[in-house]
């Protein structure tokens, strides 16, 4: 059974703090790493996308991956309320399929 | 920007009801999936598809079906609606290939009474 876990948070950050969001992950050949966003009733909405070892930033979002270790990581710089939300790590599984954390909601007090 | 919809975002029905979900995405996608997503116990896959008229088994294929007809629509099908099925339904599509990024729709929220 693959899996990827997450925690369930919350993980409350000040406003204009990092915001660190871990994921590890069970299946050692799956290739692509998605960060999802997901607001209070609505559904999941991908910001960072990462498929090789090392940093990817965009914005104020960087994405982290260690293949060796099997742990992906999402940093959120400049933390706004905004940003108060659960976020979903998203693993391939092969066939075209991806295997979701449960999500960790992260809280921005202003 | 990639476009998935939903045909509805809120449905109500009753016990042993057949119920459709549909999906459409505008952006010529070739995988389309399905998934429930309950709290506790994250997103669950239903059905995908790779192409039409091609189907595959998700993680609960249990009491659903779908139906891929065109490429852009992917179907839902609750045969006979029981309450355990009351949950978020949302849709997906990808480009193609192995490892792609998925887009979801707007979800629908189906309670079954």
């Known amino acids: 059974q693959k899996e990827v876990e997450q925690n369930s948070g919350p993980l409350s950050v000040p406003e204009g703090a990092i915001a660190s969001l871990n994921c590890t992950y069970s299946?050692?050949?799956?290739?692509?790493f998605f960060w999802y966003r997901q607001y209070s009733g609505k559904s999941p909405e991908l910001i960072m996308s990462i498929y090789s070892n090392g940093d990817k930033e965009d914005g104020r979002f960087t994405a982290q991956l260690n293949k060796a270790s099997q742990y992906v990581s999402l940093l959120i710089r400049d933390s706004q309320p905004s940003d108060s939300a659960t976020y979903l790590c998203a693993v391939s599984s092969g066939y075209s399929t991806l295997t979701f954390g449960k999500g960790t909601m992260l809280l921005v007090s202003p | 920007d990639v476009k998935v919809t939903q045909s509805s975002r809120y449905l109500v029905k009753r016990t042993g009801e057949k119920v459709f979900l549909e999906c459409v995405q505008d952006m010529d996608h070739e995988n389309m999936f399905w998934y429930r997503q309950d709290p506790g116990l994250g997103l669950r896959l239903i059905y995908f598809s790779y192409d039409v008229k091609m189907k595959e088994k998700g993680d609960i294929p249990e009491g659903y079906s779908v139906s891929r007809e065109k490429k852009e629509r992917f179907s839902l099908i609750l045969e006979s609606a029981s309450t355990n099925q009351t949950s978020m339904y949302l849709c997906?599509?990808?480009?193609?290939?192995?490892?792609?990024?998925?887009?979801f729709g707007p979800g629908t929220r189906l309670t079954v009474l």
């Open positions: 299946d050692r050949v799956s290739q692509s």
């Open positions: 997906a599509s990808s480009l193609g290939g192995a490892d792609g990024e998925q887009f």
